[in-house]
C-alpha cells in the first residue's frame, strides 16, 4: 500500500517524454528534481518527529534559519543572477519577508512557538518567498533585457535608474503575486486546500477548518507581498552600488 504512490510517477515520466521529444531541455532537472523530492520528503518524515519534541526558541529559529539558506540557494540556482551578490540578495530578501510575516503571526497570537505550529507554518511562509523571488528576479531580469534601449534614453533624458526601471519594477511585481492572486479567486471553487478537508475529515467544525485555512492564504498573500518589495529594495541598492549584475 505504501509503495503504490510510485505509480504516480508515470506522470513524470510523460513530462520528461515530452520534454525530451520538443528539446526543452528540462529532462535533467526534472528528473534530478523529482527524486530529490522523494528523498527530502523520506527524510522529513522522519526528522519531523525529531523537531516536534524541541521546545526551545533558539532551537526552533535555527530550523527556520536553515531553511531559509537552502530557500535562498535555491532560488539562487533557479534565477542565476550574476555576480557574488546574488546569493546574499536571495538569502536577505527570503529572510526579511518570511520572517516579518512569521513575527507578526507569533505577535497577534496567531501562532505560537510550539514546534507543531511554528515549523510547518514556517515552511509554507518561507517557501512561498521562495516561489515569489524567483518569479519575480526572472521576470525583472528578462524585462530588463529586453526593454535596455528604452532603459537607456530614459536614463540620457535625465531620469534616476530607479525612475526608468520603475514600469519593470511594476509588472514583475504584479506577474510574481498572479498565482496567489488565482488561488484566492478560486479557493473553494476550484482549488480545495488541504488543510480545510484534512480538518474536517478529522471531524472539525467547518467553520474552524476555515478559519485555519484563512490564516494560511492571508500569509501567503503577505509574504508574497513583502517578498517582491524587499526583493526590490534590496536589488536596487545592490546594482546602484555595482555590486550586481542583471
Known sequence: MEFKF???????LIALFYSYKEKLGLEKTLFFSSVRAFLQLLILGYILAFIFKLENPFELFCVLLFMIIFAAYTGENRVK???????????????SASFTVIFSLLAIEVISLKPNEIIPVGGMVIGNSLNVYSLFVERIRNDIKNSINIIENKVALGATLEQALQPIIKSSIKASL??????????????IPGVTTGMLLAGA????????????????VAVSLFTGIFTKIFLLKL?????LKI
Open 178 to 191: 498572479i498565482p496567489i492572486v488565482n488561488t484566492l479567486q478560486t479557493v473553494g471553487i476550484i482549488h
Open 81 to 95: 543572477l550574476r555576480g557574488k551578490t546574488g546569493y546574499i540578495l536571495s538569502f536577505i530578501s527570503i529572510l
Open 205 to 220: 467544525h467547518p467553520l474552524e477548518a476555515v478559519s485555519y485555512q484563512l490564516v494560511i492564504m492571508y500569509m501567503i
Open 239 to 243: 546594482i546602484f552600488r555595482g555590486q
Open 6 to 12: 510510485l505509480a504516480s510517477y508515470v506522470l513524470v
